[in-house]
């Protein structure tokens, strides 16, 4: 999709390039205009002259005047025809068919008190009707009995005309290249501190830490980075009075379950047979309760605490670690003749194995209580253009909707049909992820499909 710069620099380009056309236009239409106007001038002089030589029977001595002037760019027609129709007097550049028939006429009267019509028909020597001429018809002498025509070549004035075209156009051509390009260096100037805003929220992430950075000048995006930090501070406010919620609660009620867990396997002892099928039920609840206790403890200690990857870090065999818990779910996955597909290759990660193996055998175990028996679950292993290790795990389930897969990271959450389960799996794969410096996110093609990335470690060695 098109940057802002680009469209407004494509909206500038357009909104000059249709003022300079109209501008052009006018400029065009106004020469246009001033050049008729002179050649009508021209022309109401030839019919004075030729009117003159009329009375004095002279009209051979105006087509030898007008001879002597010939050039390539002063090129005059005469044609002077008698009461009878005779040819009176006519130019050799004059076609035998005469100077008409009229393309459009145009009646002018001149100060004088002389008519004359006017008219533009194509040159007779043009071979593809480019140039024209403009004639000038009058009828002149005793009882206007002579019809006078004479023209004049409009080659010149074409030929400006078409030069000043083709500068405009060029110059109209430049001067919207040059605006667009001021405008999308302008826009780039003035969208900078947006740009900033969006790397630094795109740093943030999850994180609790850091603000929109702020140019200082007091403009609108000043103000909407300082409107910007408000909202991050109330939003890390309120995840920070939830998560401190969450973990006081947590560690609250662990050593209540510890306790209540001790008291129960003492009553078990010592109950008689018909109470211990509810004693071992409370139990069961109990363990149940610790064990979303912990992971909430776990979640909470992830997010609050990164992990710290030193110098002696080793590289971990990512293919490896993935296989073997697919080998550990082989037999829940066999007992519902469900097929595993693996497409593994060897890969190395900077890590943690033990929260990594927890991520991933989290996604696994979400896929394998959503997937039907008699389905199949699909795990690969492989590089991305980025070169980064990409973790995919497709099942066959029923698959995500829009909204579910917008909230399934979130705590708790849990509408996706299948086995219930703490709901905090797939948080706690997400936030171990992250820690990693890596990405966790859900797709719906068909069943649901996860997709875990992390940064590419290379082997060490030569």
């Given at each position: 999709m098109?940057n802002?710069?680009?469209?407004?620099g494509?909206f500038v380009?357009?909104?000059?390039g249709?003022?300079?056309?109209?501008?052009?236009?006018?400029?065009?239409?106004?020469l246009?205009?001033?050049?008729?106007?002179?050649?009508?001038?021209?022309?109401?002089e030839?019919?004075v002259?030729?009117?003159?030589l009329?009375?004095?029977?002279?009209?051979?001595?105006?087509?030898h005047?007008?001879?002597q002037?010939h050039?390539?760019?002063?090129?005059t027609?005469i044609?002077v025809i008698?009461?009878?129709?005779?040819?009176?007097?006519?130019?050799?550049?004059?076609?035998?068919?005469?100077?008409?028939?009229e393309?459009?006429?145009e009646?002018?009267?001149?100060?004088?008190?002389?008519h004359?019509t006017?008219?533009?028909?194509?040159?007779?020597?043009?071979?593809?009707g480019?140039?024209r001429?403009?004639?000038?018809e009058?009828q002149?002498?005793?009882?206007h009995q002579?019809?006078?025509?004479?023209?004049r070549?409009?080659k010149p004035?074409q030929?400006t005309y078409?030069?000043?075209?083709?500068?405009?156009?060029?110059?109209?051509?430049?001067?919207?290249?040059?605006s667009?390009?001021?405008?999308?260096?302008?826009?780039?100037?003035?969208?900078?501190?947006?740009?900033?805003?969006?790397r630094?929220?795109?740093?943030?992430?999850?994180?609790?830490?850091?603000?929109m950075?702020?140019s200082g000048?007091?403009?609108e995006?000043d103000?909407?980075?300082?409107?910007?930090n408000?909202?991050?501070?109330?939003?890390?406010s309120?995840?920070?009075?939830?998560?401190?919620?969450?973990?006081?609660a947590?560690?609250?009620?662990?050593?209540?379950?510890?306790?209540?867990r001790?008291?129960?396997?003492?009553?078990?002892k010592?109950a008689?047979?018909?109470?211990?099928?509810r004693?071992?039920?409370a139990l069961?609840?109990?363990?149940?309760?610790?064990?979303?206790?912990?992971?909430?403890l776990?979640?909470?200690?992830?997010?609050s605490?990164?992990?710290?990857?030193?110098p002696?870090?080793?590289?971990?065999?990512?293919?490896?670690?993935v296989r073997?818990?697919?080998e550990a779910?082989?037999?829940?996955?066999?007992e519902?003749n469900i097929?595993?597909?693996l497409?593994?290759?060897?890969?190395?990660?900077l890590g943690?194995?033990?929260?990594?193996?927890e991520?991933v055998?989290?996604?696994?175990d979400?896929?394998?209580?959503?997937?039907?028996?008699?389905?199949?679950?699909?795990?690969?292993l492989s590089t991305?253009?980025?070169?980064?290790?990409?973790?995919?795990?497709?099942?066959?389930?029923?698959?995500?909707?829009?909204?579910?897969?917008?909230r399934?990271?979130e705590?708790?959450?849990?509408?996706?049909?299948?086995p219930?389960?703490?709901g905090?799996g797939?948080?706690?794969?997400?936030?171990t992820?992250e820690?990693?410096?890596?990405?966790?996110?859900?797709?719906?093609?068909?069943?649901?499909?996860?997709?875990l990335?992390?940064?590419?470690?290379?082997?060490?060695g030569p």
């Amino acid at each position: 999709m098109p940057n802002i710069r680009w469209r407004i620099g494509l909206f500038v380009f357009l909104a000059v390039g249709v003022l300079q056309v109209a501008v052009a236009g006018f400029v065009l239409a106004r020469l246009s205009a001033v050049q008729t106007k002179e050649v009508d001038r021209l022309l109401s002089e030839l019919l004075v002259d030729a009117e003159m030589l009329i009375a004095h029977t002279e009209a051979g001595r105006m087509l030898h005047s007008q001879a002597q002037h010939h050039s390539k760019w002063n090129e005059t027609f005469i044609d002077v025809i008698g009461p009878d129709g005779q040819i009176v007097a006519r130019s050799p550049n004059v076609p035998p068919d005469g100077l008409g028939p009229e393309t459009f006429s145009e009646h002018i009267t001149t100060r004088s008190g002389m008519h004359y019509t006017v008219w533009d028909r194509v040159h007779p020597r043009s071979r593809k009707g480019h140039v024209r001429i403009r004639v000038a018809e009058a009828q002149l002498g005793p009882d206007h009995q002579f019809i006078v025509r004479v023209a004049r070549t409009l080659k010149p004035y074409q030929k400006t005309y078409w030069r000043l075209r083709e500068q405009l156009a060029w110059a109209m051509l430049i001067v919207s290249m040059f605006s667009a390009g001021g405008a999308a260096w302008v826009a780039r100037r003035s969208l900078t501190p947006i740009d900033a805003m969006a790397r630094r929220a795109a740093l943030l992430g999850h994180s609790l830490d850091g603000e929109m950075p702020r140019s200082g000048s007091g403009d609108e995006l000043d103000r909407l980075a300082a409107v910007l930090n408000q909202m991050l501070y109330r939003i890390r406010s309120e995840m920070m009075r939830v998560r401190r919620f969450s973990s006081d609660a947590a560690h609250g009620l662990r050593t209540p379950l510890t306790a209540l867990r001790g008291h129960l396997e003492l009553m078990l002892k010592d109950a008689p047979a018909a109470h211990s099928p509810r004693l071992e039920l409370a139990l069961d609840v109990v363990d149940e309760l610790t064990i979303l206790v912990n992971r909430l403890l776990l979640l909470e200690r992830i997010e609050s605490t990164p992990f710290d990857f030193g110098p002696d870090a080793k590289p971990i065999p990512f293919d490896e670690l993935v296989r073997d818990l697919v080998e550990a779910i082989g037999v829940l996955a066999d007992e519902r003749n469900i097929e595993l597909q693996l497409d593994l290759v060897p890969l190395l990660i900077l890590g943690e194995r033990q929260p990594l193996r927890e991520a991933v055998m989290n996604i696994l175990d979400n896929a394998l209580r959503h997937t039907p028996a008699g389905g199949w679950i699909r795990i690969s292993l492989s590089t991305t253009a980025e070169d980064e290790v990409e973790l995919a795990i497709e099942d066959s389930g029923p698959g995500l909707g829009p909204e579910q897969l917008e909230r399934v990271f979130e705590r708790f959450y849990s509408e996706r049909d299948g086995p219930p389960g703490t709901g905090l799996g797939l948080a706690i794969a997400k936030a171990t992820v992250e820690a990693h410096g890596g990405s966790l996110h859900a797709e719906s093609p068909s069943g649901a499909r996860f997709v875990l990335r992390l940064p590419r470690t290379r082997p060490l060695g030569p």
